[in-house]
T-cell receptor
Framework: LAKTTQPISMDSYEGQEVNITCSHN???????ITWYQQFPSQGPRFIIQ???TKVTNEVASLFIPADRKSSTLSLPRVSLSDTAVYYC?????????????FGTGTRLTVIP | SAVISQKPSRDICQRGTSLTIQCQVD?????MFWYRQQPGQSLTLIAT?????????ESGFVIDKFPISRPNLTFSTLTVSNMSPEDSSIYLC???????????FGEGSRLTVL
């Protein structure tokens, strides 16, 4: 299983763009990269998933370089409600079988 | 998507007792997963529960301590047996959409063992 490494915590002011990078040097050819968000007292919630290059949805963008050994979750213009823990997972996401293992996560604190 | 309901949402239990947590999904799913999240920590996968077969446990978790049932495609239970204070955690049920691998989680069951 590809191990992931993320910063333990980050602080950002409201309105700024936040980029959280995840390292996954041992990513396998068929592995997908998935990011989840977790608020206190709730289960994690899916944010975005990608395989290569760039993926964008209504809440975030995911940038994956050609070597796929890292990925960056980009949150545009964060607000206080984006304060949460963000987890990067790597595995065979398309099968639902192996994208199950959470790393330490990054605790993002948005400051007014 | 999938909507997951867990019961109880929280409980306080005495050392040495057992507690069963229920997980109900609003659609039929092949795979269900149980996680533990200790205070301030990340999620740790306990086991994968497939309907009609024994659950598959991850390293460090055993069936005698965490027996799991999966009687049909929308329901599962996790029992925490012979509890000790170290079992105080949030226990989360999850399902995966097989076409995307996206995981959906219940709200969790917060267990405190005295």
């Amino acid at each position: 299983l590809a191990k992931t490494t993320q910063p333990i915590s980050m602080d950002s002011y409201e309105g700024q763009e936040v980029n959280i990078t995840c390292s996954h040097n041992n990513i396998a050819t068929n592995d997908y990269i998935t990011w989840y968000q977790q608020f206190p007292s709730q289960g994690p919630r899916f944010i975005i998933q990608g395989y290569k290059t760039k993926v964008t949805n209504e809440v975030a963008s995911l940038f994956i370089p050609a070597d796929r050994k890292s990925s960056t979750l980009s949150l545009p213009r964060v607000s206080l409600s984006d304060t949460a823990v963000y987890y990067c997972l790597v595995g065979a996401g398309q099968t639902g079988a192996n994208n199950l293992f959470f790393g330490t996560g990054t605790r993002l604190t948005v400051i007014p | 998507s999938a909507v997951i309901s867990q019961k109880p949402s929280r409980d306080i239990c005495q050392r040495g007792t057992s507690l069963t947590i229920q997980c109900q999904v609003d659609s039929q799913v092949t795979m269900m997963f149980w996680y533990r999240q200790q205070p301030g920590q990340s999620l740790t996968l306990i086991a994968t529960a497939n309907q009609g077969s024994e659950a598959t446990y991850e390293s460090g978790f055993v069936i005698d301590k965490f027996p799991i049932s999966r009687p049909n495609l929308t329901f599962s239970t996790l029992t925490v047996s012979n509890m000790s204070p170290e079992d105080s955690s949030i226990y989360l049920c999850s399902v995966a959409l097989t076409n995307t691998g996206e995981l959906f989680f219940g709200e969790g069951s917060r267990l405190t063992v005295l």
